[in-house]
């Protein structure tokens, strides 16, 4: 379901993944680097990405993570979920970080490299360059 | 969701900048759960205390609302980086132990009960049935709503502590009566804490909001708690409900071939150099527990025992720290392994724990091997 959690208007390449991210643990706060070796973005930085995912898992401190990377300017521009969960909600709500939830279809239809602009008022927040 | 007038304002920020704070975040919290509205709760349980896992940006975001936040309701803590009473032991460096007690301090000053523990439905009295709670800790919210009868969203440290301040949560499902629509049957003969933690890893990756679970036996505190740390950690479940469910759930076995794609997943070492035991912090029941396996065996390395400050007290009372001294552990309160800033790849390859919660962020985080083993095999390996 589309929905706008934090609002905001930002362009950017997508960096996609298909796992769930789990904030707590598998993202470096420094380098804004993926750590998990089972994760799909393993070495992948998230820095200044839109990232699309299908959400936030684990622990509840992911948000401080969120909040963290925000403040060491290693965090994404903006984030893209298909199903919203508190720990990104939260997160991106205290660091302004934009976040919306999208349809499953429309989740599918967006890959990896793509140059999007994101603008949460606009009734079609996604346009593709 | 709708705001009265009051909370309104707040969002405005015409109360100041704490609440509009609050406030944004639990706006947020709604949408992201599809509440109506904000409801009062009793309870608060805050994350985001260890200073490993919040950093430099969280320390100094907590001293600086610490000079006008002030929480409205009761609100406990989860565990820090360390024990004090035996921090010198560890080689942690100054910056850690001073940025640590700086946080200790925020929270003190906005009136937290500095509890340092992840198990809050062990050591405070339960609030009676249905009572709304807000419980960062991943393990205590689906503890709380699948075995204490109250009501808790999966809060994010930020949503619990908006929370505190307000004395208000959005009204999501969980909050309600939440109608899972998958039941998770378990096929698993003889399961041990190990297992049931396995159960909960698989759980929280296939459930959304919450899950059915059939074919459960009787299961002790141990082996609860293992199966809420579980699916606390993999997933954004927050709630079991016991019970082949609805016909029209989907079913799907937990059997012995999921169960090792998480054991493969997790486990990662063949020994481990340490043992770690709670993860979720251990009760006094385990630590007597324990202490009554153990029968005079001593370990033949290092064992780190996690479990809160109230209950290392009480374990003093009764004997048992000496007991488990005599064996060779170390027992450390206020801190947790998850997490944990004692345990470092420079000096640790591995670490043996029945933890699956414990096993994904020594693994991931610490950077560490894992060792997975229920606690009777470890005994049994592990001691003379």
């Known amino acids: 379901m589309k929905k706008t959690l934090v609002s905001g208007k930002v362009c950017g390449i997508v960096l996609k993944s298909n796992n769930p991210i789990n904030f707590l643990g598998t993202v470096d706060k420094k380098t804004g680097i993926i750590t998990d070796k089972n994760h799909d973005l393993f070495d992948k930085s998230i820095k200044d990405t839109i990232l699309v995912f299908p959400s936030g898992v684990g622990s509840s401190v992911g948000a401080y993570t969120i909040y963290s990377i925000k403040s060491n300017n290693t965090a994404p521009l903006a984030m893209i979920c298909q199903k919203a969960d508190l720990t990104v909600a939260t997160g991106c709500a205290l660091s302004n970080i934009p976040l919306i939830t999208i349809s499953d279809e429309e989740f599918s239809s967006i890959e990896n490299g793509m140059n999007i602009s994101l603008d949460t008022d606009s009734p079609n927040p996604i346009q593709y360059q | 969701m709708e705001l009265t007038k009051d909370e309104y304002s707040a969002l405005k920020g015409e109360q100041g900048e704490i609440l509009q704070m609050a406030y944004r975040i ?68 100054e910056n850690f132990i001073s940025k640590q007690l700086s946080i200790r301090n925020s929270y003190e000053t906005m009136g937290v009960t500095p509890s340092f523990s992840c198990i809050p439905y062990e050591i405070f009295d339960i609030p009676k049935n249905g009572t709304q709670v807000a419980f960062a800790e991943s393990n205590a919210a689906i503890h709380a709503n699948s075995y204490d009868n109250l009501k808790t969203n999966k809060e994010s440290a930020f949503s619990a502590l908006a929370s505190a301040i307000t004395g208000k949560s959005p009204f999501s499902s969980l909050r309600k009566e939440d109608t899972p629509n998958i039941t998770i049957r378990m096929k698993v003969k003889n399961p041990d804490e190990l297992v049931y933690g396995m159960l909960g890893f698989f759980a929280g990756k296939v459930g959304a909001t919450s899950v059915n679970i059939s074919g459960l036996g009787g299961m002790d505190n141990r082996e609860s708690k293992a199966m809420c740390g579980g699916m606390g950690t993999s997933g954004t479940c ?37 043992i770690t035991l709670g993860s979720p912090q251990l009760g006094l029941e385990e630590i007597s527990d324990l202490t009554s396996k153990l029968k005079g065996r001593s370990f033949k390395k290092r064992c780190m025992i996690f479990c809160p400050r109230t209950v290392k007290e009480q374990a003093r009372k009764i004997g048992y720290t ?25 000096n640790v390859d591995a670490v043996t724990t029945n933890s699956i919660k414990g096993a994904f962020y020594l693994k991931n985080s610490n950077g560490v091997g894992v060792n997975l083993k229920p606690l009777l095999q470890i005994i049994e390996d592990e001691t003379r």
């Not at chain 2, 409801?39 to 610490?66: C, K, M, Q, R």
């Not at chain 2, 064996?327 to 997490?339: H, K, R």
Request: with cysteine; hydrophobic share 35%; net charge negative.
């Open chain 2, 26 to 93: 639990l706006v947020a919290t709604g949408e992201a759960t599809d509440a109506e509205k904000l409801v009062p709760i009793e309870w608060a349980h805050l994350s985001g205390v260890n200073y490993n896992t919040i950093g430099d940006a969280g320390e100094e975001f907590l001293s600086s609302i610490s000079k006008n936040a002030r929480v409205k309701i009761k609100t406990t803590l989860n565990p820090m980086g360390f024990d004090i009473d035996n921090v010198s032991n560890y080689g942690l460096d």
């Open chain 2, 238 to 274: 927050a709630k079991f409900l016991f019970g082949e469910g609805d016909s029209d759930c989907e079913k799907i076995d937990f059997d012995e071939k999921e169960m090792q794609n998480v054991h493969d997943e997790l486990n990662t070492a063949e020994t481990g150099d340490l």
């Open chain 2, 322 to 346: 000496n007991e488990l001294e005599r064996a060779g552990c170390e027992i450390l309160s206020d801190c947790c392994t998850c997490l944990s800033p004692l345990i470092n790849k420079d």
